[in-house]
């Protein structure tokens, strides 16, 4: 599913694209399938090109955002860092995974509470 937008051409405009919505709703469903046991989905965000938010297990937080999607890269480069709560923007250190390492990148940091 997500698959397909890696190399999509997103057209750039000044207002919310039909194609961006679609490809949000589609990134939001891979996240979700992608959430480590235990975990959840909070303080979802999507911007103007740009979507992010936290995962929760139990009281450990992941930040993380996928960049512009008009830009190269964005789904090879999905920022994710350890946040104290959902609202934490600036967090830990950033880390980078791809989309497809996305579970693992997330398993990885909330190791870091361990």
Known sequence: M???WKNYPFQS????????KS????LKKYILSKLPPG?????WSRGHF?????IK???KYVFFTVGDVRLRNWFDEVLIRVAAHDRDYVGGSNHYVSLDNFHEGVLSLLAIYR
Do not use: C, M, R, W
């Not at 405009?13 to 194609?19: F, G, I, K, Q, S």
């Open 57 to 59: 297990q139990g009281d």
């Open 13 to 20: 405009a000044p207002y919310l694209t039909d194609e961006f």
């Open 2 to 4: 997500i698959q397909g």
């Open 50 to 54: 740009d979507a992010s938010g936290f």
């Open 23 to 26: 490809f949000v709703k589609d």
């Open 39 to 43: 975990s959840e989905l909070v303080n």
